[in-house]
């Protein structure tokens, strides 16, 4: 189990024996294994005896182990949740689909595995900031699929721009201190797409992408790490303010720095340790 800051987060479903053998090899920085969408109603159970098996393979110093269980109110959430807590010690937290406030306190009643708030409706997008506040609630991902799957049952049959309901997820975890994780990209064999949709997200604030493909994972790492330019000019910035006198002013390349701009760029470079 490890405390890394999770840049990306592969889904793999648990019912693919396969799948989960090639992810012991993943070089995502967490491993989400999917007991909800990935799995069909029949093969539930057939999942839960390979994650018993498997769970501990897949366990690495240096990668997360994330289980994402059926949603609150789902039959299927109890054998979830009984499997998460027998194999705790080898999980870093659970992934709650469809996030609300009322679903977070209710899991949190019956597990204590730190939970990642997986919101994906209008609902949660209103309830974020009270999701975030939530003790148990470690990390939040945005369902863009699902949230916009949503809009369009309520008529928005051409919605795209999903610009304001990220910012909603990503500014109610900057408030709680914790990772936000940008939704995937549908189009596993488009790459400019990917590369568009790891930019747009990262300008936006998310610190993390969940992958639904070995494939993407390389790009979205790349946009969500800091850049050699980003850890270059934070090197600067601490060396400038080792080398200034107490009561001194600093400037880098051109601007002035306070200490908002040193605590960046301190994160910048533990950041870029991991």
Known sequence: MTTLLPRTVLAVPASSERFLHKARTSTASALMVDLEDG??????DEARALIRTSARPL???RRRLWLRVNAAGSPHLAADLDLANAQREHLDALVLPKATP???????TRTDLPLVALVESPEGVEDARAI????AVRAV?????????????????????????QARIVNAAACAAIPAIAGPTAAVDDEHRLQTDCRRQSD?????????????????LRAFAP????????????????????????AVDGAMVD????????????????
């Open 259 to 274: 200490k908002p701009v040193v605590d960046r760029a301190r994160r910048i470079l533990a950041e870029g340790q991991q």
């Open 141 to 165: 991902m945005f369902g863009e699929l699902d949230y916009r799957a949503e809009l369009a049952a309520a008529g928005g049959l051409h919605a795209q721009d999903t610009s304001w309901a």
């Open 102 to 108: 009322d679903a977070v306190h209710e899991i949190a």
């Open 39 to 44: 799995v069909t109603a029949t093969s539930k």
């Open 204 to 220: 936006l604030g998310f610190t993390g992408k969940l992958c639904i493909h070995p494939a993407q994972l390389e790009h979205a």
């Open 227 to 250: 850049s050699d330019d980003m850890t270059a000019w934070a090197r600067r910035v601490t060396a400038a303010v080792a080398d200034a006198p107490a009561d001194g002013a600093i």
């Open 132 to 135: 975030t506040a939530h003790p």
């Open 59 to 61: 366990t690495s110093a």
